[in-house]
């Protein structure tokens, strides 16, 4: 039995010494890793000085493995903005041609605005913005429902057998829907592909629960 426990130690030792020649042996490889990430560095801001130059063993010098001295210095911002250049350069060239050129979105964009509230009328009343100073017929209109745009005409009102399969049909071809329009002076005739209204003064759009139109934004 006492040469069994002996048997025993021996093999514990052995063994703890071969896990200290592994941990020698990754450490070891660690520090070239790191010595070799060092030169790379060194190689992007240092200047590397020959050997014996007394000049050279200034604070901040570093010696490397081929027993040259490199003078460090600190990167300028200059060679921290060519870097980043570099590197946005590369991620730009891989990209896809249409990816990288893409629309020019221009600088100046034009505002818009919509009526508040809105108002329809008739040939008389001027078009543009609506505000409650400002009463105008607004001339972007669109409906929510059929998703068209409204569509007008001056001095002239719907005629009474107007339905509608007839817009249904025929928006927005104007020249077809001027067969069911008839000469009004000072009426204003409007259509959409599901609805139509013939104004004749400045209304309120609020009052007319049936048209399922708003204001689309006016260009200012």
């Known amino acids: 039995m006492p040469f069994a426990r002996n048997s025993y130690?021996?093999?514990?030792?052995?063994?703890?010494?071969?896990?200290?020649?592994?941990?020698?042996?990754?450490?070891?490889?660690?520090?070239?890793?790191?010595?070799d990430l060092l030169d790379e560095v060194e190689a992007k801001f240092c200047r590397?000085?020959?050997?014996?130059?007394?000049?050279?063993?200034?604070?901040?010098?570093?010696?490397?493995?081929?027993?040259?001295?490199?003078?460090?210095?600190?990167?300028?911002?200059?060679?921290?903005?060519?870097?980043?250049?570099?590197?946005?350069?590369?991620?730009?060239?891989?990209?896809?041609?249409?990816?990288?050129?893409?629309?020019?979105?221009?600088?100046a964009q034009s505002s818009k605005r919509k009526c508040c509230p809105v108002f329809l009328g008739g040939s008389a009343i001027g078009h543009g913005i609506g505000t409650s100073n400002s009463q105008r017929a607004c001339n972007q209109l669109r409906?929510?429902?059929c998703d068209f745009r409204i569509v007008t005409f001056d001095d002239l009102e719907w005629d009474p057998s107007c339905d509608y399969l007839f817009f249904r049909n025929n928006m927005p071809d104007c020249d077809k829907l001027r067969g069911k329009l008839k000469y009004k002076r000072g009426a204003r005739a409007y259509a959409c592909q599901c609805s139509w209204h013939s104004?004749?003064?400045?209304?309120?759009?609020?009052?007319?629960?049936?048209?399922?139109?708003?204001?689309?934004?006016?260009?200012t």
């Open 9 to 35: 130690s021996e093999q514990r030792r052995s063994c703890t010494r071969l896990l200290n020649v592994y941990r020698t042996v990754d450490e070891q490889r660690m520090a070239d890793d790191l010595d």
């Open 48 to 107: 590397t000085a020959p050997k014996g130059d007394r000049m050279s063993a200034q604070s901040g010098d570093r010696r490397t493995k081929d027993g040259s001295v490199t003078s460090c210095r600190r990167p300028e911002k200059d060679d921290l903005d060519d870097l980043l250049e570099d590197i946005l350069d590369d991620d730009d060239s891989s990209m896809p041609q249409a990816i990288r050129t893409g629309p020019k979105l221009s600088v």
């Open 143 to 145: 409906c929510t429902s």
């Open 199 to 219: 104004a004749f003064s400045l209304m309120d759009l609020r009052d007319q629960q049936q048209l399922k139109w708003v204001c689309g934004k006016h260009e």
